[in-house]
């Protein structure tokens, strides 16, 4: 059974940082493209950082490219994204995906609030 299973959100205030964790089951984690997205109510949802197969290639939205790092741990079946100098517009509900040509995995997200 298919599983990914996103852990680390919470609150923090401005310019905290949380590491979030996207932990996957059931699938050939190494062979898929990680993405981590986030959604607000109300908005469309929102591609935030990528990471190739082999950790070797990212990209990043413009609105966290300097604060959000993505890694992978293929041996852990463990994609992580670490958050910076977080800031209120980075309040969302945080969700990965697992991507491999038309198959795509999805996790039920976890929250992120950033108030003081």
């Known amino acids: 059974q298919v599983q990914l299973v996103e852990s680390g959100g919470g609150s923090v205030q401005p310019g905290g940082s949380l590491r979030l964790s996207c932990a996957a089951s059931g699938f050939t984690f190494s062979i898929y493209y990680m993405n981590w997205y986030r959604q607000t109510p109300g908005k469309e949802r929102e591609l935030v950082a990528t990471i190739n197969q082999m950790g070797t290639n990212t990209n990043f939205a413009d609105s966290v490219k300097g604060r959000f790092t993505i890694s992978r741990d293929n041996a852990k079946m463990t994609v992580y994204l670490q958050m910076n100098n977080l800031k209120p517009e980075d309040t969302a509900v945080y969700s990965c995906?697992?991507?491999?040509?038309?198959?795509?995995?999805w996790g039920k997200g976890t929250l992120v609030t950033v108030s003081s």
């Open positions: 995906n697992a991507k491999y040509g038309a198959v795509d995995y």
